[in-house]
């Protein structure tokens, strides 16, 4: 009886740890896999017109002015959809006079809630897109979305320059 005790006890205390190896293992995988999915910034350079085709449905803009994807930026967002957006697109035989009076705003015809978006996205303009200068002639802003209650809480704008022919999309939520 003794020596069926202990090749018993021998057995299960293998198995046992075969057993919580494999469970440690697996916690730790999806420990890993949640903080790569939610805490890693996902940033990537290129892309094709797929990834951006949202910003040429506006007015002035179409498919034949895409030249290529320059930089793609989406922080990792969190429960509730906060989070940042930034993407450079280089385009081609864009006439800015075609482009919709009544969409893209320059310096001098901005509303008072695009200025206050531009505040409120220039920290991240700063940080991933510092050529952008927001006073200058050749810069046309279309909004394509500015949640403000006492102050902006979101936004997303369109930037085209039309100095260095490329066109910036700027969205932060929080």
Wanted: hydrophobic share 45%; aromatic share 18%.
């Amino acid at each position: 009886m003794k020596l069926f005790l202990q090749k018993f006890f021998r057995v299960f205390f293998i198995l046992w740890g075969i057993i919580g190896v494999c469970v440690v293992i697996c916690i730790a995988s999806f420990v890993a896999s949640i903080y790569s999915y939610f805490f890693q910034d996902h940033t990537s350079f290129g892309g094709d017109f797929g990834d951006v085709a949202f910003m040429f449905e506006s007015r002035g803009m179409g498919k034949p002015n895409f030249e290529k994807v320059e930089y793609r930026y989406d922080s990792a967002r969190s429960f509730t959809g906060d989070g940042i957006s930034v993407y450079i697109v280089k385009t081609k035989n864009v006439d800015v006079d075609h482009l919709d009076k009544n969409f893209w705003f320059v310096h001098d015809t901005r509303l008072p809630v695009i200025s206050e978006a531009i505040e409120f996205l220039d920290g991240i303009a700063q940080i991933y897109a510092p050529e952008i200068d927001f006073d200058s002639e050749n810069i046309y802003i279309a909004p394509l979305f500015i949640r403000k209650y006492d102050s902006i809480s979101d936004a997303s704008l369109l930037v085209y320059d039309a100095e260095n022919s490329r066109l910036y999309y700027l969205n932060r939520i929080i």
